[in-house]
């Protein structure tokens, strides 16, 4: 385990330090709006509203925030299957999130992905990809366009403990790293790689940070609940990336509330683990963090109020939205916009 | 016109299209410094450097991905897998990731890449390394899939498919790769979902692709010499889009259909060529259509057995012979 412990702040830290304000707050509202939203879709689950399955990062918004927070435009993000928190932290609009979610015809890809897919190419989310692994090549081919173009963009790839034992992480890792590719790999280390702790089946103690090495990499771990320190250290590599100096692989130490997905009521976890991590809420720790940085209340309460408003309207008019079109079943096979395979 | 082998024409048919477009970029193991396993990349490397021409280590999975990733971001990757039953390590990008991210995405994500591989028998390299795996491919909604047969196919067939906006599947003949034929100068660019017909005929249509067309044709001129059976030989060359108007065409000619297809029997491409013909022209059909394959059966390696597994001139011959009763 990485050791977690809450940071104190220096007696003469000030606000206006490497982040500054604008970003925090903006952590914050990235951090509370996935907070919302996957609740809400926990909520609509249950109702039967969204269908299918569903991967919820609670308990790990800091993550999505603090690396998010750190890009710039142009930047790319790779997400898995538990992939809503990154889109939302990427600008997408939580209807369009909730919509693809509740098979609506504003969905992201109006119903035709689905929350395992969720991709916005305007926002820089080129895809969510739902077998493990697949995406660390892809995001390593997306880098080295940038490399072969002359572009500055980074492209950011996430993924869950589990992925770190599957051939594409090793193959990806080392690919990369030979190429020196802008791209950054972020384990999101939860504990569990679905219902299995992770330790119990893997080699290492940490399952992408011990690994590092053997691609000529540093060990990076940082504590994934706070957005703080995330954004710190995928600032410094995506700006490493963007020099010219290879790739990098950071694990984030987290924790998952709800099950895998939403079949799995996650009754593997020893008791009194799920209450031990709430202590150290991500949402909690920034809270506190922004107050003590003397963020008046009203403002924190502000970006509540606002996101929760936000949430429910995006709701409502997921509701109302009418199912995808039909024609949409033969639609985008191939690139001439149909299904054609003979004449 | 020069004569080229097929290998040559592969060269000259990627440097053609990464001499049109600095955007087409080409990856994959042993093809750069080392021209190839196949030779059938030789020069490139040093004509179009090592930023476009890269070496890659033995990781099919990272080869695809990345051609994916370089694809959707605005590359038009060409990507080399060896041999064509190593699509079995990295089956996930071809029957999961890039033929499905475009209608998963709502059509966002746009994959244009070429997967060159080198596919088929022949050259006694047992059950690993000599499938042909066109059917894994064709299966697949959201791909293309090519395979042509002579030097002059694999230039335009080649451009065309680097050129496409959709993934294209393309399967170069490994015991092809020393054939000669002739090829025009100047640039070549064909166009998919154009079956050709190679030698006109009228009293049967026999279909083939890839290795399986010169053997056809052979098992023709073999047929009219000996028994005076006059074949029409139709090469597909482009399994998806498949051009069934040339087919149907040519069976409403001749009324008579077989395949000659490399791969095992089950599930085969003839198998699907036949269901249309059966179902579209049924009373143009003097007889029940017939398909020629390989056995049920892994390749295996030694030179006897292999050449009795694989369809063959005389095997093609007396198959059609027998059905015609002649």
Known sequence: ?343 | MAELTYRDAVVRGIAQEMTRDPDVVFLGEDIGKAGGVFKATVGLYEQFGPLRVRDTPISEQAILGAAMGAAMTGLKPIAEIMFSDFFAVCFDYIANEFSKSRYMSNGQVKCPLVVRTGNGGGARFGAQHSQSVENWCMMIPGLKVVAPSSPRDVVGLLAAAVRDPDPVIFLEHKSLYPTKGEVPDGEILDKLGTAAIVRPGKDATIVALAMMVPRAVAAAEKLKSEHGIDCEVIDVRSLVPLDTQTILGSVGRTHRLFTVEENPRLCGWGAEIVSIVADEAFYDLDGPPVRITTPHIPLPAADILEDIALPSVDRIADRVRRSLGS
């Open chain 1, 1 to 343: 385990m990485a050791k977690i412990e809450d940071r104190e702040l220096a007696p003469n830290a000030s606000l206006n330090d490497d982040i500054g304000e604008e970003t925090r707050l903006r952590m914050y509202r990235i951090q509370v709006e996935i907070r919302e939203a996957e609740q809400r879709a926990f909520d609509l689950f249950l109702q039967n509203l969204v269908k299918g399955t569903s991967h919820l990062s609670l308990g790990q918004e800091a993550v999505a925030a603090g690396c998010a927070a750190a890009m710039q435009p142009g930047d790319l993000s790779f997400c898995t299957y538990r992939g809503h928190a990154h889109t939302l932290a990427r600008g997408v609009p939580i209807e369009q999130v909730l919509g693809e979610l509740m098979q609506r015809d504003i969905g992201l890809m109006r119903g035709k992905g689905g929350s395992m897919h969720l991709t916005s190419v305007d926002h820089g989310v080129m895809g969510s990809y739902a077998i493990i692994g697949a995406h660390l090549p892809i995001a390593c081919g997306a880098a080295w366009r940038a490399q072969y173009k002359g572009q500055k963009d980074v492209s950011v790839c996430f993924f869950g403990d589990g992925t770190t034992n599957i051939g594409a992480f090793h193959e990806a890792l080392n690919f990369a790293a030979v190429w020196k590719l802008p791209v950054i790999f972020i384990c999101e280390n939860n504990l569990y790689m679905e219902y299995t702790p992770i330790g119990d089946v893997t080699a290492v103690q940490h399952p992408a940070a011990d690994r590092a090495a053997s691609y000529g990499l540093p060990r990076i771990i940082v504590d994934g609940n706070d957005a703080d320190e995330v954004y710190r250290t995928a600032l410094a590599a995506y700006k490493k990336a963007r020099a010219g100096e290879g790739p990098s692989l950071i694990e984030c130490m987290t924790y998952r509330y709800s099950g895998h997905s939403r079949a799995d009521p996650a009754k593997y976890r020893p008791e009194g683990e799920l209450e031990k991590w709430k202590e150290r809420d991500p949402i909690k720790i920034y809270r506190e963090r922004l107050k003590q940085f003397g963020i008046a209340d009203s403002v924190i309460a502000g970006i509540e109020t606002d996101v929760k408003r936000r949430v429910d309207e995006a709701t409502e008019k997921c509701k109302a939205a009418p199912p995808p079109s039909l024609d949409l079943l033969t639609t985008d096979v191939y690139a001439d916009g149909g299904f054609a395979w003979r004449n």
